[in-house]
Nanobody, 119 residues
Framework: QVHLVESGGGSVQAGGSLRLSCAASGATYTTSCMAWFRQAPGKEREGVATIDSIGGPTYANSVKGRFTISKDSAKSTLYLQMNSLKPEDTAMYYC?????????????WGQGTQVTVSS
């Protein structure tokens, strides 16, 4: 079992930055892939970024060049640096983990952290 806890959300103005963190605990050796997802009110959950031990990070087109995903394996912590934030980035952000990076159906999920960007 893997336990994920996100933090770092908040309210910022457009153009600002936030860094999200996701602390993982438990059987983290079973999860080579970690990812960030987000869900805005009335919208479907969408993938934001992934990172695994095989390939490089991947990003949704909507965040490329603005967001950076990284992982500190020693601390079992996943990060999402978000720069040049836009109002459309407003959503609940979730950390997810699984053995492989694949679609949206990850085995482990955090509780989410809210990001609100005002214009």
């Amino acid at each position: 079992q893997v336990h994920l806890v996100e933090s770092g959300g908040g309210s910022v103005q457009a153009g600002g930055s936030l860094r999200l963190s996701c602390a993982a605990s438990g059987a983290t050796y079973t999860t080579s892939c970690m990812a960030w997802f987000r869900q805005a009110p009335g919208k479907e959950r969408e993938g934001v970024a992934t990172i695994d031990s095989i390939g490089g990070p991947t990003y949704a087109n909507s965040v490329k060049g603005r967001f950076t995903i990284s992982k500190d394996s020693a601390k079992s912590t996943l990060y999402l640096q978000m720069n040049s934030l836009k109002p459309e980035d407003t959503a609940m952000y979730y950390c997810a983990a699984d053995l492989l990076c694949h679609g949206n159906d990850y085995k482990y999920w955090g509780q989410g952290t809210q990001v609100t960007v005002s214009s």
